[in-house]
T-cell receptor, first 112, second 112 residues
Framework: SQKIEQNSEALNIQEGKTATLTCNYT??????LQWYRQDPGRGPVFLLL?????KEKRKERLKVTFDTTLKQSLFHITASQPADSATYLC???????????FGAGTRLFVKA | NAGVTQTPKFQVLKTGQSMTLQCAQD?????MYWYRQDPGMGLRLIYY???????DKGEVPNGYNVSRLNKREFSLRLESAAPSQTSVYFC???????????FGPGTRLTVT
């Protein structure tokens, strides 16, 4: 069955640096992949979606890449700020859009 | 727009008790989902409803039932609560056009 692996260790970076988070999956390549942000005690919030035929997607300071050969997506936050501190979840489409599988998330801490 | 709302926010049950978690969305979305989130395990899909009148099992359906009451509302019922059902429960909805999911604030359930 499809599995998603995100680094369970927290990522600590200095303000102004680029944060890079990794999402690896094990089996078939999904039609699309999503990234969500989750703050403590709150529900996840959608950030970006990238389709299997797209290599890269950008939104303001966020960039996502999708490599179906490596079975990997990278999520970058440039010029990071303390307000970017949160848990970031990777999610894969399972069946043409009706079911989605989520990774456990990576916690990001940005120090001022 | 309120988005996705969930009630209650917190609940403590004794083993064997039953309860219903309520979810409503005002975005006219066709698809709705129930997830549970446990530490280190990410979001796991319990049940989903692709459209009004249909429901399907997700990854962890045992011990739960759902009702898609109308297009707006999707409830989750625990018939006989068990300590293993202690978790945070999230409801989500999507249009199946953009695929991004909108999440509610969550219900923190403790079963003693």
């Amino acid at each position: 069955s499809q599995k998603i692996e995100q680094n369970s260790e927290a990522l600590n970076i200095q303000e102004g640096k680029t944060a890079t988070l990794t999402c690896n999956y094990t089996n078939y390549s999904p039609a699309y992949l999503q990234w969500y942000r989750q703050d403590p005690g709150r529900g996840p919030v959608f950030l970006l979606l990238i389709r299997e035929n797209e290599k890269e997607k950008r939104k303001e300071r966020l960039k996502v890449t999708f490599d179906t050969t490596l079975k990997q997506s990278l999520f970058h936050i440039t010029a990071s700020q303390p307000a970017d501190s949160a848990t970031y979840l990777c999610a894969l489409d399972m069946s043409g859009g009706f079911k989605t599988i989520f990774g456990a998330g990576t916690r990001l801490f940005v120090k001022a | 727009n309120a988005g996705v709302t969930q009630t209650p926010k917190f609940q403590v049950l004794k083993t064997g008790q039953s309860m219903t978690l309520q979810c409503a969305q005002d975005m006219n979305h066709n698809s709705m989902y129930w997830y549970r989130q446990d530490p280190g395990m990410g979001l796991r899909l319990i049940y989903y409803s692709a459209s009004e009148g249909t429901t399907d099992k997700g990854e962890v359906p045992n011990g739960y039932n759902v009702s898609r009451l109308n297009k707006r509302e999707f409830s989750l019922r625990l018939e006989s609560a068990a300590p293993s059902q202690t978790s945070v429960y999230f409801c989500a909805s999507t249009t199946q056009v953009s695929y991004e999911q909108y999440f509610g604030p969550g219900t923190r359930l403790t079963v003693t």
